[in-house]
């Protein structure tokens, strides 16, 4: 993988404007060169190699059994082909250990300093990469994420633009004055849609988890 692959990379998320309704977010299409965006498809694990969301130690038990994922740390790649490991071992080294999430700490700092204030300094930062699989019935209702996100950045991977409807939903909660501290998912009945980021061939959403971030996936009922 050449540098110019990563230039355009990190370019491309340093110019992006950032949103800032319903909540700081931007979304970026063609984030990474063709080649390579072909190449993480063929490199895509079957089902067998990911595990059940509610078998991962990360939510209650059995929930979501409609979503599985693979953890990009070396531990759960090592289950992969060697081309398949190799692939995501060196894309995970060339983009994640700390470069992306301190270039993202410093585009969203104003709104870092407006959530933690004098609590900044004592932040520790840590990442945390997996490939997610969702499958139909799939759905979750407005949520801020958990209490400990910093931000968030979902990367699109599907093979054409046939499921673009499908992607991530923001919402604004009707009572204007409600906030959630993350945690629980609400009724949808509560919230009127904002947008829905489309699910389009390789784009990435990026957000940062406030008090207000409420954001879900509408019931998936294609195949």
Same mark, same amino acid.
């Given at each position: 993988?050449?540098?110019?692959?990563?230039?355009?990379?990190?370019? !491309?998320?340093?110019?992006?404007?950032?949103?800032?309704?319903?909540?700081?977010?931007?979304?970026?299409?063609?984030?990474?060169?063709?080649?390579?965006?072909?190449?993480?498809?063929?490199?895509?694990?079957?089902?067998?190699?990911?595990?059940?969301?509610?078998?991962? =130690?990360?939510?209650?038990?059995?929930?979501?059994?409609?979503?599985?994922?693979?953890?990009?740390?070396?531990?759960e790649?090592?289950?992969?082909?060697?081309?398949?490991?190799?692939?995501w071992?060196?894309?995970?080294?060339?983009?994640?250990?700390?470069?992306?999430?301190?270039?993202?700490?410093?585009?969203?700092? /104003?709104?870092?300093?407006e959530?933690?204030?004098? !609590?900044?300094l004592?932040?520790?930062?840590?990442?945390?990469?997996?490939?997610?699989?969702?499958?139909?019935?799939y759905?979750?209702?407005?949520?801020?994420?958990? /209490?400990?996100?910093?931000?968030?950045?979902?990367?699109?991977?599907?093979?054409?633009?046939?499921?673009?409807?499908? =992607?991530?939903?923001?919402?604004?909660?009707?009572? !204007?004055?409600?906030?959630? !501290?993350? =945690?629980?998912?609400h009724?949808?009945?509560?919230?009127?849609?904002?947008?829905?980021?489309?699910?389009? /061939?390789?784009?990435?959403?990026?957000?940062?988890?406030?008090?207000?971030?409420?954001h879900?996936?509408? /019931?998936?009922q294609?195949?």
């Amino acid at each position: 993988m050449s540098s110019g692959v990563e230039a355009q990379f990190f370019t !491309k998320l340093g110019q992006a404007p950032i949103e800032t309704a319903p909540f700081p977010h931007f979304y970026i299409e063609n984030i990474f060169p063709d080649g390579l965006y072909a190449q993480m498809l063929r490199n895509l694990p079957a089902d067998g190699d990911l595990t059940p969301l509610g078998e991962s =130690g990360l939510v209650t038990p059995g929930a979501y059994p409609e979503r599985s994922i693979l953890r990009l740390d070396g531990a759960e790649t090592a289950r992969l082909k060697d081309a398949q490991r190799n692939f995501w071992d060196d894309l995970a080294a060339r983009f994640l250990g700390g470069r992306l999430t301190e270039m993202l700490f410093q585009r969203f700092m /104003p709104h870092v300093l407006e959530r933690f204030g004098k !609590k900044l300094l004592k932040l520790r930062l840590a990442e945390q990469a997996m490939l997610v699989r969702d499958r139909t019935r799939y759905s979750l209702g407005p949520h801020t994420d958990a /209490p400990h996100r910093l931000l968030t950045l979902l990367f699109y991977l599907p093979a054409d633009r046939s499921l673009a409807h499908l =992607g991530t939903t923001l919402y604004a909660p009707k009572d !204007k004055s409600f906030r959630c !501290k993350g =945690g629980p998912h609400h009724l949808r009945e509560a919230f009127n849609p904002v947008h829905t980021v489309p699910y389009k /061939p390789n784009s990435v959403f990026a957000f940062m988890r406030t008090d207000v971030s409420f954001h879900g996936v509408e /019931p998936i009922q294609d195949e």
